[in-house]
């Protein structure tokens, strides 16, 4: 199936998943922006929480969804696997409790991906070779359909009929490998009520952007005349000179008693290159339950993200380098390329194995000269990154608050960084050089997310209470920077109390 099956669930429940790998290749499966409250086991990344499950072999996932409510996704995460392989979690409130909103008419599922001709493993393969950048995916598709724009599938649309007059929630996903999507309906307004699967104050807008791991909930009424609407996908690439064709994939948004087959009338979506619109979504997201923002922060750590270029032929383990100039591109966390260690560093963590990763991974950037307003500099010498498996460890219950610095010397880009086993206050975000002087804070009521898209050539500050033990992976998840290296781990450790004691692995955990 593509998408892959939806999992349902309520707030609190236990979920149980059996995954038989069938395939030839190695997989595991990651559920995004589940918390994994004292199961981080069970989180998914291939050598960072797990060894990969083996062709014919299986794992069973168990984890709990504790105070967690929304919508959001599953995929598989092991190399660039998760462009098919992936599907929606919808998690619904407790039996009982209602909606901060008018309950809809009816609810839809739009996920927003890519779909690549090659084989996902190749294609990685492939890319890493080139020391370039990754190709543009084959067919950009909404719930697995590519949409009108290309020729094969002119028949093969996906549609919503709706009803005139009632009123529709749209569980919106980005599941796409490599790209930032604008989304939209022709003449339609929507009302984000829901990011990451935290409720928000509602917000109306006729566009909303979704990077790769991003979920919004948004509401949407069928008030224009009868007819069929483009909901159209078109991309946000901050980072390219090039113009790109503005809509990429289309679905319909049908009412009941338009002429069937009729020409749908065409939604507009911001240029591909338009910072300032998602700035306006970004800047209308906004907690409606901020429980717990931490006004006081223990650790502050100041982490930058960058792009650059590492020469051919250094102790890399990307010796197959035949990139341009000599280098190839690369990518880095305070000037550390991550480089992924061959067991489960989660378990090497809690077995005490050592030699497979550091506890050094520095607090702050190691070299500022990559680091000039935001801007790409040409400092032609910064193939400098370190390679390095380092860690950064939290004592259990440190309020954490982490500065995400855009940075790069090839260039700076908009970043969707992504924190496993929590949900993080976003308390500030600007453009250029973070600067504590001028920066502005909201501790009232700032979005709670998993996944933040740092503002190009700009900041963006998170807060969370490190609370939940275990190793967890913060990485970019544009997939093509994961590969270059662009994530760290955070260890957080075991706390005293019972509730607090990190459960053993279970019986059936993959072997490497
Ligand atoms: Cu949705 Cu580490 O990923």
């Given at each position: 199936?593509?998408?892959g099956?939806v999992?349902y669930a309520?707030?609190?429940?236990r979920?149980i998943?059996k995954v038989?790998?069938q395939?030839?290749?190695?997989?595991t499966i990651?559920?995004?922006g589940v918390?994994q409250r004292?199961?981080?086991w069970?989180?998914?990344?291939?050598?960072?929480?797990q060894?990969?499950?083996?062709?014919?072999?299986?794992?069973?996932?168990?984890?709990t969804l504790?105070q967690?409510?929304?919508t959001?996704?599953?995929h598989?995460?092991?190399?660039?696997l998760r462009?098919?392989v992936y599907?929606?979690i919808i998690i619904?409130?407790k039996?009982?409790?209602?909606?901060?909103f008018?309950?809809p008419?009816?609810?839809?599922?739009?996920?927003l991906g890519?779909?690549?001709l090659r084989?996902?493993l190749?294609?990685?393969?492939?890319?890493?070779a080139?020391?370039g950048?990754p190709?543009p995916?084959?067919a950009y598709t909404?719930?697995?359909?590519?949409?009108?724009?290309?020729?094969?599938?002119?028949?093969?649309v996906?549609?919503?009929?709706?009803i005139?007059?009632k009123?529709?929630?749209?569980?919106l996903?980005?599941?796409?490998l490599?790209?930032?999507?604008?989304?939209?309906?022709?003449?339609?307004?929507?009302?984000?009520v829901?990011?990451d699967?935290e409720?928000?104050k509602?917000f109306?807008?006729?566009?909303?952007?979704?990077?790769?791991?991003?979920?919004l909930?948004?509401?949407?009424?069928?008030n224009?005349?009868?007819?069929?609407?483009?909901?159209a996908m078109g991309p946000y690439?901050?980072?390219?000179n090039?113009?790109?064709?503005?809509?990429t994939?289309v679905?319909y948004?049908?009412?009941l008693?338009?002429t069937?087959?009729?020409v749908?009338?065409?939604?507009?979506?911001p240029?591909?290159?338009?910072?300032?619109?998602v700035?306006?979504?970004?800047?209308?997201?906004?907690?409606?339950?901020?429980a717990?923002?931490?006004?006081e922060?223990?650790?502050?750590?100041f982490?930058?993200?960058?792009?650059?270029v590492q020469?051919?032929?250094?102790k890399?383990?990307r010796q197959n380098c035949?990139?341009?100039n000599?280098?190839?591109?690369a990518?880095?966390m305070?000037?550390?390329?991550?480089?992924?260690p061959?067991?489960?560093?989660?378990?090497?963590?809690?077995?005490k194995?050592?030699?497979?990763?550091?506890?050094?991974?520095p607090?702050?950037?190691?070299?500022?000269?990559d680091?000039?307003n935001g801007?790409?500099?040409?400092?032609?010498?910064?193939?400098?990154a370190l390679?390095?498996t380092?860690?950064?460890?939290?004592?259990?219950?440190?309020?954490v608050?982490?500065?995400?610095q855009?940075?790069g010397t090839?260039?700076?880009?908009?970043?969707?960084?992504?924190l496993?086993?929590?949900?993080f206050?976003?308390v500030?975000?600007?453009?250029?050089?973070?600067?504590?002087?001028?920066a502005?804070?909201?501790?009232?009521?700032p979005?709670?997310m998993?996944?933040?898209?740092?503002?190009?050539g700009?900041w963006?500050?998170?807060?969370?209470?490190?609370?939940?033990?275990g190793a967890w992976f913060?990485?970019?998840?544009?997939e093509?920077h994961l590969?270059?290296?662009?994530?760290?781990?955070f260890?957080?450790?075991?706390g005293?109390?019972?509730?607090e004691?990190?459960p053993?692995?279970?019986?059936?955990?993959?072997r490497c």
């Amino acid at each position: 199936m593509l998408p892959g099956p939806v999992i349902y669930a309520q707030e609190d429940d236990r979920v149980i998943v059996k995954v038989i790998n069938q395939t030839p290749h190695n997989a595991t499966i990651h559920w995004h922006g589940v918390r994994q409250r004292l199961s981080c086991w069970f989180d998914g990344p291939s050598y960072v929480t797990q060894c990969p499950i083996q062709p014919g072999q299986t794992f069973t996932y168990e984890f709990t969804l504790v105070q967690q409510k929304g919508t959001l996704l599953w995929h598989a995460h092991v190399s660039w696997l998760r462009a098919t392989v992936y599907g929606a979690i919808i998690i619904y409130p407790k039996t009982g409790v209602p909606y901060p909103f008018p309950y809809p008419y009816e609810e839809h599922i739009i996920i927003l991906g890519e779909y690549y001709l090659r084989d996902p493993l190749q294609l990685e393969q492939a890319v890493l070779a080139s020391g370039g950048g990754p190709p543009p995916a084959d067919a950009y598709t909404i719930n697995g359909h590519p949409g009108p724009n290309y020729k094969c599938s002119t028949n093969d649309v996906y549609k919503i009929d709706v009803i005139p007059g009632k009123t529709y929630l749209l569980r919106l996903i980005n599941a796409g490998l490599n790209m930032e999507n604008f989304f939209g309906v022709a003449n339609h307004q929507m009302t984000v009520v829901e990011a990451d699967a935290e409720y928000t104050k509602p917000f109306t807008t006729d566009r909303v952007m979704l990077g790769p791991g991003q979920t919004l909930n948004v509401l949407i009424t069928a008030n224009q005349p009868i007819g069929r609407y483009s909901m159209a996908m078109g991309p946000y690439m901050s980072a390219r000179n090039v113009p790109f064709q503005n809509i990429t994939s289309v679905a319909y948004f049908q009412y009941l008693g338009a002429t069937p087959n009729s020409v749908s009338l065409p939604a507009v979506l911001p240029r591909f290159n338009d910072n300032l619109a998602v700035k306006t979504v970004m800047d209308g997201l906004k907690s409606l339950n901020p429980a717990s923002v931490p006004k006081e922060i223990d650790k502050n750590l100041f982490v930058t993200i960058g792009l650059n270029v590492q020469k051919c032929g250094r102790k890399n383990p990307r010796q197959n380098c035949q990139g341009n100039n000599g280098g190839i591109f690369a990518a880095s966390m305070n000037n550390i390329t991550f480089i992924r260690p061959s067991v489960s560093l989660l378990e090497a963590y809690y077995r005490k194995i050592n030699g497979h990763f550091t506890e050094d991974f520095p607090a702050s950037p190691l070299r500022f000269y990559d680091f000039v307003n935001g801007a790409p500099n040409n400092a032609p010498n910064d193939t400098n990154a370190l390679n390095g498996t380092r860690t950064y460890v939290f004592e259990y219950g440190t309020r954490v608050q982490l500065i995400l610095q855009d940075t790069g010397t090839i260039s700076t880009e908009n970043h969707p960084i992504h924190l496993h086993g929590y949900s993080f206050y976003v308390v500030g975000y600007g453009t250029g050089n973070y600067n504590p002087a001028t920066a502005n804070f909201n501790l009232v009521d700032p979005p709670y997310m998993n996944t933040i898209g740092v503002p190009v050539g700009g900041w963006a500050a998170i807060r969370f209470l490190a609370d939940n033990p275990g190793a967890w992976f913060m990485h970019c998840h544009l997939e093509i920077h994961l590969t270059w290296g662009l994530s760290v781990v955070f260890i957080v450790k075991n706390g005293q109390g019972p509730l607090e004691t990190l459960p053993h692995p279970p019986a059936d955990y993959p072997r490497c």
